[in-house]
């Protein structure tokens, strides 16, 4: 399998002009490719895309584990972006958050699993269910991001109970890309609910952190907005 990351990387390298192992940013190595560039290599298939889907997972997360390159790695992640996955795919993809390291990776990670919530709930929330109480912040900030990720794309959505039971727990979170993630999830939350996350927002106007706070109302129409701002505001004066 070496030589299938072979392929992988120099056809990324070659669009790279910061050489073989790019430049380091955050930990990582980054051959500062364009994502759409990326992802169009994809389009013109690699020598293992005749493999089995047996093998070819196999394949990728050879890949994904052993790649120190952000835009290799991310191959591994667009390839299964809107494909429904057998059991043996997802249990390989789930262990994938181990190497998530950076918010891209995990919202990339994010669009794969959501569709999982989605076709196959019973696979997934259990492992959400555990790392929603993780010491590893990509475990967390998966744990409510990958619930939906995007509203517009959902066909079947958790209940609104249901998916606050993984939001709420995490409100008072330290980590910035956490926070992130919560704001995230109560916006597309928001999309499918709005009454009742609307009555969530007053209800926790003071718990909500100013980054979640300010990701979650983003899309408000701007009079409701308002309202919230105002009362916010008035009760932050109080404390």
Not at 115 to 138: D, K, T, Y
Not at 214 to 227: N, Q
């Given at each position: 399998?070496?030589g299938?990351?072979?392929?992988?990387?120099?056809?990324l390298?070659?669009?790279s002009?910061?050489g073989p192992?790019?430049?380091?940013?955050?930990g990582?190595?980054?051959l500062r490719v364009p994502v759409?560039?990326?992802?169009?290599?994809?389009k013109?298939?690699y020598?293992f895309?005749?493999?089995?889907p047996?093998?070819?997972?196999k394949t990728?997360?050879?890949i994904?584990n052993?790649?120190?390159?952000?835009?290799v790695?991310?191959q591994?992640?667009?390839?299964y972006q809107g494909?429904?996955?057998?059991?043996?795919q997802?249990?390989?993809?789930?262990?994938w958050?181990?190497?998530c390291?950076?918010?891209?990776?995990s919202d990339d990670?994010?669009?794969i699993?959501s569709?999982?919530v989605?076709?196959?709930?019973?696979?997934v929330?259990p492992?959400f269910?555990?790392?929603?109480?993780s010491?590893?912040l990509?475990?967390?900030?998966?744990?409510i991001v990958?619930?939906?990720e995007y509203a517009?794309?959902r066909?079947?959505?958790?209940?609104f109970?249901?998916?606050?039971s993984?939001?709420?727990?995490?409100?008072?979170?330290d980590?910035y890309?956490?926070q992130k993630?919560?704001g995230w999830t109560?916006?597309?939350?928001y999309?499918l609910?709005p009454?009742?996350?609307?009555?969530?927002?007053?209800r926790?106007?003071e718990?909500?952190?100013?980054?979640?706070?300010s990701?979650?109302t983003?899309k408000?129409?701007p009079?409701?907005?308002?309202i919230?701002n105002?009362?916010?505001k008035?009760l932050?004066?109080?404390?």
């Amino acid at each position: 399998m070496e030589g299938f990351l072979d392929e992988v990387q120099s056809r990324l390298i070659r669009h790279s002009k910061y050489g073989p192992n790019g430049i380091l940013i955050d930990g990582m190595n980054r051959l500062r490719v364009p994502v759409p560039v990326v992802r169009r290599e994809l389009k013109d298939p690699y020598s293992f895309f005749n493999s089995s889907p047996a093998d070819l997972i196999k394949t990728w997360d050879y890949i994904w584990n052993q790649s120190e390159i952000f835009e290799v790695m991310s191959q591994a992640l667009y390839f299964y972006q809107g494909k429904s996955l057998c059991k043996e795919q997802f249990e390989t993809i789930l262990a994938w958050v181990d190497r998530c390291a950076c918010w891209e990776h995990s919202d990339d990670l994010s669009k794969i699993l959501s569709l999982v919530v989605e076709e196959n709930p019973g696979w997934v929330l259990p492992a959400f269910e555990r790392w929603n109480r993780s010491e590893n912040l990509w475990k967390r900030r998966q744990s409510i991001v990958g619930l939906i990720e995007y509203a517009s794309k959902r066909k079947r959505v958790l209940a609104f109970d249901h998916l606050i039971s993984f939001v709420d727990p995490l409100i008072h979170d330290d980590e910035y890309y956490v926070q992130k993630g919560v704001g995230w999830t109560l916006r597309e939350i928001y999309n499918l609910y709005p009454d009742q996350t609307l009555e969530y927002f007053s209800r926790n106007l003071e718990r909500l952190s100013s980054i979640a706070y300010s990701s979650a109302t983003s899309k408000l129409e701007p009079p409701i907005k308002k309202i919230l701002n105002s009362r916010r505001k008035n009760l932050r004066k109080k404390s």
